[in-house]
């Protein structure tokens, strides 16, 4: 069964950058047919797409925080990660990492999620 | 990107059905698009339960009871869960989504199902 766990600061200051990783268990990156995606949600709010990757490196970014976002993989740590630019205040937010199956284009499974709250 | 609307809050007493809806704008065509359904407790990742495109095509989460069920309304433009025989259980924040081409998921607002 496949889990996904974000990890990372839960506090980052205003205007320095957001670093988040996703382990993946229980089954490889690297065997394909998943966008390995992030997802936000700010507090009390709905759910905000950052973006995703494929394992061979291709990715796709909300159009709103393209400037900002970067989506990098790891396969040898059966990883990947986000790192968003210049935050602030309006970056407080949960972040989820999620496998989106290719075929049905379901999201699931999902991470717990991490609080990030941008701060100083 | 396209927007969802969803009803901010809907409820419903324990055992009635509650109707949540989906509306896509104008320019989509809900016949075109898979709906699919989410559903996220306090605390927790949302949960996928459900897409629908027709009767024919469609596919339940694994675990997710039979009283969940998807459906469209092409007049309105709109897609729908309903929750039969609603339990306590059931009281959550729900979340439409669709594909659109060449871009990401986009999500519905959300609707806050209270089961009364």
């Known amino acids: 069964q496949v889990q996904l766990q974000e990890s990372g600061p839960g506090l980052v200051k205003p205007s320095q950058t957001l670093s988040l990783t996703c382990t993946v268990s229980?089954?490889?990156?690297?065997?394909?047919?998943?966008?390995w995606s992030w997802i936000r949600q700010h507090p009390g709010k709905g759910l905000e797409w950052i973006g995703y990757?494929?394992?061979?490196?291709?990715?796709y970014y909300n159009p709103s925080l393209k400037s900002r976002v970067t989506i990098s993989v790891d396969t040898s740590k059966n990883q990947f990660s986000l790192k968003l630019s210049s935050v602030t205040a309006a970056d407080t937010a949960v972040y989820y990492c999620?496998?989106?199956?290719?075929?049905?284009?379901?999201?699931?499974?999902w991470g717990q999620g991490t609080l990030v709250t941008v701060s100083s | 990107q396209p927007v969802l609307t969803q009803p901010p809050s809907s409820s419903a007493s324990p055992g009635e059905s509650a109707r949540l809806t989906c509306t896509l704008p104008?320019?989509?065509?809900?016949?075109?698009?898979?709906i699919y359904w989410y559903q996220q407790k306090p605390g927790s990742p949302p949960r996928y339960l459900l897409y629908?495109?027709?009767?024919?095509?469609?596919?339940?989460g694994s675990g997710v009871p039979s009283r969940f069920s998807g459906s469209k309304d092409a007049s309105a433009n709109t897609g729908i869960l309903l929750i039969s025989g609603l339990q306590s259980e059931d009281e959550a924040d729900y979340y439409c989504m669709i594909w659109p081409s060449n871009a990401s998921g986009v999500f519905g607002g959300g609707t806050k199902l209270t089961v009364l």
């Open positions: 629908y495109y027709s009767d024919s095509d469609k596919g339940q």
């Open positions: 990757i494929y394992y061979s490196g291709s990715t």
């Open positions: 999620a496998r989106v199956e290719l075929i049905t284009m379901i999201v699931g499974p």
């Open positions: 229980g089954g490889s990156i690297s065997s394909g047919g998943y966008y």
């Open positions: 104008s320019d989509i065509n809900v016949g075109s698009y898979n």
